[in-house]
């Protein structure tokens, strides 16, 4: 049983910083690409960073400098840093899973396996 389970997120002040985590458990070997992605209301969701199984990281424009990506393969576990936050920043953030090769790392149709997401809010 394939399961993805986030946690980390609350409310900061802009300026702030939250580390968001992603326990991934069911997944058949260890060569998973993982990503992060957010949706604030009445917007699309949109890819946030992602990190392929050589421990590469891509990162929207927005986040780039502020965020980091990264992952514990021995605890099956994906990361997000988030430093200097902003109300922009404010959405539910997701992690998604993919065991095939993916082109597009920000792209959500790329990715079968959700979270239910965990909500960031930035004041």
């Known amino acids: 049983h394939v399961q993805l389970v986030e946690s980390g997120g609350g409310s900061v002040q802009a300026g702030g910083s939250l580390r968001l985590s992603c326990v991934a458990s069911?997944?058949?070997?260890?060569?998973?690409?993982m990503a992060w992605f957010r949706q604030a209301p009445g917007k699309e969701r949109e890819g946030v960073a992602a990190i392929d199984n050589a421990g590469s990281a891509t990162y929207t424009y927005a986040v780039q400098g502020r965020f980091t990506i990264s992952k514990d393969s021995a605890k099956n576990t994906l990361y997000l840093q988030m430093n200097d936050l902003n109300p922009e920043d404010t959405a539910t953030y997701y992690c998604?899973?993919?065991?095939?090769?993916?082109?597009?790392?920000?792209?959500?149709?790329?990715?079968?396996?959700w979270g239910k997401g965990t909500q960031v809010t930035v004041s």
């Open positions: 998604a899973a993919e065991p095939s090769p993916v082109l597009k790392p920000l792209e959500a149709y790329e990715y079968r396996f």
């Open positions: 069911g997944f058949a070997g260890s060569n998973l690409y």
